[in-house]
């Protein structure tokens, strides 16, 4: 069982600039295909995908659906988590571990992004990927670069 909160730390020029609660995996930290669990090591910021969309739009495939989670039915949220707001892909930068073969966090589709219920940050949740709330992931967005690195720990 996996105790206390996870946090995204932002520094800048050395020096720490913010600290958010995010959402890990329910499953296991690990770099493995298949395995649904958040990729720890050194990766960076592949692509930055939702620039000018609304807060809370639901993406599908990295495109945003032009819907806010708010207006889809129930039955259409489930107990799954959603990709709003904003999208940081990311991708491994250590061979082996992160990067190539079926450790690769890029091919695994695992990205930085907000979710349709920001009460449940903070808790495990998800299947791989880091999860914000909406309006930190807008936040984040907007100061991170393609190329920025970001250290995720097990």
Same mark, same amino acid.
């Given at each position: 069982m996996?105790?206390?909160?996870?946090?995204?730390?932002?520094w $800048?020029?050395?020096?720490l600039v913010?600290?958010?609660v995010?959402?890990t995996?329910?499953a296991?930290?690990?770099n493995?295909?298949?395995?649904l669990?958040t990729?720890p090591?050194?990766?960076e910021i592949?692509?930055r995908?939702g620039?000018h969309?609304p807060?809370g739009?639901?993406?599908?495939?990295?495109v945003?659906?032009?819907?806010?989670y708010?207006e889809l039915?129930?039955?259409?949220?489930g107990?799954?988590?959603?990709?709003?707001?904003?999208?940081?892909?990311?991708r491994?930068l $250590?061979?082996?571990?992160?990067?190539?073969?079926?450790v690769?966090?890029?091919?695994?589709y695992i990205?930085?992004h907000?979710?349709?219920?920001?009460?449940?940050?903070?808790?495990?949740?998800?299947s791989?990927?880091i999860?914000l709330?909406?309006?930190?992931?807008? $936040?984040?967005? $907007?100061?991170v670069r393609?190329g920025?690195q970001?250290w995720i720990?097990?």
């Amino acid at each position: 069982m996996r105790t206390g909160r996870s946090l995204l730390q932002f520094w $800048e020029q050395g020096a720490l600039v913010k600290s958010y609660v995010v959402s890990t995996s329910k499953a296991p930290p690990s770099n493995v295909s298949g395995s649904l669990g958040t990729p720890p090591g050194l990766h960076e910021i592949a692509d930055r995908i939702g620039a000018h969309q609304p807060p809370g739009v639901v993406f599908t495939a990295r495109v945003p659906s032009g819907r806010h989670y708010s207006e889809l039915p129930d039955g259409e949220l489930g107990s799954r988590c959603l990709i709003t707001s904003r999208i940081l892909w990311l991708r491994g930068l $250590e061979p082996g571990v992160n990067a190539g073969g079926n450790v690769d966090t890029h091919r695994r589709y695992i990205y930085l992004h907000g979710t349709q219920d920001d009460r449940r940050v903070g808790q495990p949740w998800g299947s791989g990927c880091i999860l914000l709330r909406n309006a930190d992931i807008v $936040e984040l967005f $907007e100061r991170v670069r393609v190329g920025d690195q970001v250290w995720i720990t097990a």
